[in-house]
């Protein structure tokens, strides 16, 4: 299937159907979701407690985005970015 756009000249064309990979990236997007629940849930279960010998202590830039997120209610990428200088890559 291929979908006629207009572009700003007027002019239409075709461009490919890109269902396909968008179902790829989403499934990505599922595993990387899986995984940060995966790994909340560890931190925030009673077993990682009692192994850990009580709170989970936290880097100092882990308390930077605690801080941050209750100040502003929520923390995008480009936050973190900004926050620690680093590429949106490393984030």
């Known amino acids: 299937m291929r979908v006629r756009v207009a572009g700003n000249s007027g002019k239409t064309g075709t461009y490919p159907d890109c269902t396909p990979w968008l179902e790829y990236f989403?499934?990505?997007?599922e595993v990387s979701l899986h995984r940060v629940k995966e790994r909340v849930l560890l931190l925030s279960s009673d077993e990682h407690r009692k192994i850990a010998g009580g709170q989970v202590a936290l880097s100092g830039r882990q308390m930077k985005i605690i801080e941050f997120i209750h100040a502003n209610s929520s923390v995008k990428t480009r936050d973190l970015v900004v926050m620690f200088k680093v590429s949106r890559q490393a984030t």
């Open 26 to 29: 989403l499934v990505g997007v």
